[in-house]
Each structure stands twice: as C-alpha cells, then as structure tokens.
C-alpha cells in the first residue's frame, strides 16, 4: 500500500480519538492508534495492546519490515510517535517514540529507532515529562526538547509533596553524539526569566532573603503564618527557576551571581552543592558532552517548500496519497511530499462542548518544520481561537520530503474544530 494512503488512514483514526485522551500523546490507556510505512519499508504499528484477540488498556507498539516484527514496548500507560521519518543527525532516518510504563510514574522515556532494515534501537533518553524533536529555529538542525524532572528527585522536599517546576534542557545529535545544546538557546531562556522576573515581589523577595530557604513545616501555623509561608514558597520556585535557566543555557557565572542576589546567604552554599548534584545526576548524566557555543543571535533559517503555491490539482493528488512530480533540479524531476498527521486534536475552549462546535472546515495555515512540528499557526476564520491556536502547538506530523530528505513546508491544512 502506498505510504501516503496509510498516513491519509491514520489521521482519521487518530482524529476520532483525541478528545478521548489528553491531546498530547498517541495512545493513551489503550486508546488512540497510528499506523505508517518509511520510505525505507520499515512500518510502526501503534495502539492497544491485544491479548486473545481482545483490546486491552494498555498500549503497544511494534515496528514491522517484510515478514519480520519487533516490539517496541507493550503493556504501558501510554505511548507516543513523537516523530516518524525524520533526519536526527545519527546517519539514518528514525523514529522516536515516547513510553509511559504506567499512569502513576512521572517520566516517560525517549526511544529512538533506527528505520533502516532490520530497525534497531539507537538511543533510550530517561527521566523528563516528555520530549519533543523539533526543528526549533528552522535552521536545518533538529533538536530535543525535555524536561529535567528526575533531577529533581531528592531535591529541596516541599511540605505538599509537590515537584518544582523542572529545567528545560535542549538536545542535538553532532556527528553521533547527544549534546547539551542550551547555550545556543540563550534568547528562549532569556525570555523565560523574564518572565519569571515580571511575577517577583521585591518586598516578598526581600522577606525571602531573610528567611532561612528551607522554610520550615508549616502544620502547626497559623492562617496568616501559612499565608505567609505560601508566598516565600512561591518566591523560593521563582529563584530557582531563574537560576536553572542561567545554568541549563551555559550561564554558569550568571546563574550563581542570581542565586548569590536573591538567595539567604547563610543558605547559598548548600543549596548550591544541592543544585549541582541536581544537574548532574539528571539528564546531562545521559548526555555525550556539552555545546560551549553561544547563542550568535544571527538567523540561519532553512527553505521552507511553499506548498500553497501548487495548483489545486496537485494538492488534491497530494492530499489522496498520491505522488506529485514537483521541482526539477539538474534537470530531473523530485518527488515533494506534503506532511501527514499523526497527532492533532483540539479540546474545546471554556464554555464550549463537543456538540456545539460547527461542522463546517477551517483551512488553517501551518509552517511544519522538518520534524514535523507546528513552528507557525494562522487563519482568516473567526474559528480560529486561542484556543485551537494552542492545540496546534501540540500537533505532530509526518513532515514534508523532497526525495527521502524531510523538509520544512508551509501549506493549507482543512480541518473541523470537532476534530
């Protein structure tokens, strides 16, 4: 079967389910499926793991090459096609996956496959929320995006139980190896610790720097003690999360000259050593090496294949799973592929409900990278929300290819708000 039509067949089966699970991930308690073929002829099948012919509530899935079948994971929570087909820079197209093992847990892990044949695993990343391969600039070069949750294990007990907010760290295969790539972000985390700065207290700031920074329990507190103690908390997360961005974006120096400015100074050495140990038993332990280049601030962005040029022919040819002659170059036509969903779903925003949502189809207008991920949203129609805008921040797709090489497209993409 040609590979467009499995995706074609895949994104209707993949629509119907999305209000049913969480929008993020494709196959959640064992609902949700996605199936598709690599140019290379290796396939990923996707959905509820089966015993005795009968669906369970667990999810599996499996890749497939001529009569051969390797599980990639079985039985779990959840699991994921982050990515199909696409360019990681380890020699070969791959495909990631994410698994949940079971409901309770906080960390999915990052399985990365290899899709020539026979198929094997490349790479197992471990301990954030979740990861997101994206081309994040544009700039031909795909990252990995996560969260460094299990490096907070042990790490400053809050009296709720609750985590702190987790440090993003950003990834990249160079020439094989798994590099720690923040440094060359600086201008995302910039962004973030302004964000956080807007949200501080000065006169709450001040009453943090004269606390302790454990903070003691607060049991025994009264109403307006425990109030109190509230907001040093809040304060306490705010510093931190500015200090682990200065430290997950290559800004070591800069990241204790803000704890040292913000934090009780009884207190900064120990929870220094506390956010080093941190650090480096979360994922940089994981890692290959660290990227000392900085942020150049110059862009480098990529083409991006302007699909809303092609006469509607060709689109439609496109859009039913069939192949398009489309650029000549040294004097050959190569085939241009448009992207296929694997994951798109939208959750209605307050007020609404499934039923009263309009049937009618909405052309939205997406710039997908070459990892498949959303880097743009618009549209004319008043449909288009904040909301939708949102949910297509979450969207994945198999990209665009010129050949067997992925690429960044920009093209009209129909759906119904219902969807």
């Known amino acids: 079967m040609n590979a467009r039509k499995i995706f074609l067949f895949s994104f209707w089966a993949i629509a119907g389910a999305c209000h049913a699970q969480s929008g993020a991930v494709v196959c959640h308690n ?128 809050r009296e709720s139980g609750e985590r702190y907010y987790a440090p993003t760290v950003v990834l990249r295969f160079v020439q094989g190896r798994l590099l720690e790539v923040g440094s060359e972000f600086q201008g995302y985390f910039d962004g973030a610790i302004a964000r956080v700065r807007r949200g501080l207290d000065p006169e709450e700031l001040r009453e943090f720097k004269n606390s302790s920074g454990r903070l003691p329990p607060t049991a025994h507190f009264s109403a307006e003690d425990q109030r109190q103690s509230e907001k040093l908390q809040h304060t306490k997360e705010k510093v931190l999360q500015i200090v682990w961005a200065y430290l997950y974006s290559g800004r070591e120096q800069e990241a204790w000259k803000s704890l040292a400015e913000m934090w009780p100074p009884a207190d900064f050495d120990r929870i220094r050593t506390a956010i080093i140990g941190a650090r480096d038993r979360g994922i940089r332990a994981q890692v290959d090496g660290v990227s000392e280049k900085a942020s150049s601030g110059a862009e480098k962005n990529t083409e991006v294949f302007d699909a809303r040029t092609l006469r509607v022919v060709q689109a439609t040819m496109m859009l039913t799973g069939q192949h398009v002659q489309g650029e000549r170059i040294e004097g050959k036509r190569t085939e241009i592929v448009l992207p296929a969903p694997i994951l798109i779903g939208h959750k209605p925003a307050e007020g609404q409900t499934e039923d009263t949502l309009p049937d009618s189809g909405l052309m939205l207008d997406l710039v997908i990278d070459a990892a498949g991920k959303i880097r743009r949203a618009g549209s004319t129609d008043p449909l288009f929300d904040s909301s939708l805008k949102e949910a297509t921040t979450k969207w994945k797709f198999v990209p665009a290819f010129r050949g067997a090489q992925p690429i960044a497209s920009n093209i009209y993409f129909i759906i119904s708000p219902k969807r």
């Open 30 to 157: 064992g609902i949700g499926n996605f199936e598709a073929i690599s140019l290379s002829g290796v396939s990923v099948q996707v959905g509820a793991a089966r015993s005795q012919g009968f669906a369970r509530r667990e999810c599996e899935g499996a890749l497939l090459w001529e009569k051969s079948k390797a599980l990639i994971a079985t039985g779990v929570a959840e699991m994921d096609v982050d990515a199909f087909g696409i360019d990681l820079g380890v020699g070969s197209p791959v495909a990631t996956f994410q698994v949940k093992k079971a409901e309770a847990e906080c960390c999915m892990s990052l399985e990365i496959y290899s899709l020539r044949k026979p198929p094997k695993l490349l790479r197992t990343l471990t301990g954030g929320t979740f990861f997101s391969t994206a081309d994040s600039d544009l700039d031909g070069q795909v990252e990995i995006w996560t969260d460094d949750t299990a490096s907070l294990e042990g790490f400053e007990p």
